[in-house]
């Protein structure tokens, strides 16, 4: 963030109060689908398994597996999502899913 970019009357511990709320936001959000007990393991470097859903077919559920790949360049964790036990990761569980149907 440069000199122009701050807004008038913010100071610096005000915009990095605002950048560590939004980062816990989309650490949230990232972990949103599993337990506390299944996030803990996964960034001990554990996997988890969960169920998901497919957008289109609701009534379809699937069990897809995750884990914690490394960092984003703001050290939020990558997580990589897998349905074919461990064999290929991908970068979401709809990824994962429509590779295994191949569509």
């Known amino acids: ?5 701050v807004l008038a009357g913010f100071r610096d511990a005000d915009l990095e109060m605002a950048d560590l709320e939004e980062r816990g936001r989309r650490f949230a959000r ?4 599993f337990s506390r007990e ?3 393991g996964m960034l001990a470097g554990e996997v ?13 559920p699937y069990a897809v597996a995750a ?6 360049w703001d050290g939020l964790p990558v997580i990589v ?4 036990e461990g064999s ?6 709809s990824d994962a899913r429509k590779a295994r ?3």
């Open 1 to 5: 963030m440069s000199f122009f970019d």
């Open 88 to 93: 290929t990761w991908h970068e979401s569980a």
């Open 48 to 60: 988890a398994t969960i169920t998901a859903y497919a957008e289109r077919d609701p009534a379809r």
């Open 30 to 33: 990232l972990f949103r689908a």
């Open 67 to 72: 884990r914690v790949d490394g960092e984003t």
């Open 101 to 103: 149907e191949g569509v």
């Open 38 to 40: 299944q996030r803990d």
């Open 81 to 84: 999502w897998s349905v074919d």
